[in-house]
Nanobody, 128 residues
Framework: QVQLVESGGGSVQAGGSLRLSCAASGFTSSRYCMGWFRQGPGKEREGVATITADGSITYTRSVKDRFTISKDNAKNTLYLQMNSLKPEDTDVYYC??????????????????????WGQGTQVTVSS
């Protein structure tokens, strides 16, 4: 059974940085899509960034040039480095994974329904 455990959330002033980590276990294959999603009260869960097994990456437009997704295959850990944080980045952030299923362009899908496994979420709060 795949398990995902996030850490690294917290509170920060606008302009600050945080790094989220997601420790993964139970994968039976090396071909997985992984991603970070976020969700606020009353809002749909939004795809923030995704990464394929080979390292192809997508970002939602609002975080491009501020957030960086990466992974350490040896440690089975996914990261999200978040810089220049804004109050509108305040949300619960979730790590997600699924057996690799790519778009025709060769990227992971960025929608909640494409992912089978989810972490418990970690709160990120950015104050102005």
């Amino acid at each position: 059974q795949v398990q995902l455990v996030e850490s690294g959330g917290g509170s920060v002033q606008a302009g600050g940085s945080l790094r989220l980590s997601c420790a993964a276990s139970g994968f039976t294959s090396s071909r997985y899509c992984m991603g970070w999603f976020r969700q606020g009260p009353g809002k749909e869960r939004e795809g923030v960034a995704t990464i394929t097994a080979d390292g192809s990456i997508t970002y939602t437009r609002s975080v491009k040039d501020r957030f960086t997704i990466s992974k350490d295959n040896a440690k089975n850990t996914l990261y999200l480095q978040m810089n220049s944080l804004k109050p509108e980045d305040t949300d619960v952030y979730y790590c997600a994974a699924t057996m690799e299923f790519l778009t025709p362009s060769g990227f992971c899908y960025e929608v909640e329904g494409a992912y089978s496994y989810w972490g418990q979420g970690t709160q990120v709060t950015v104050s102005s």
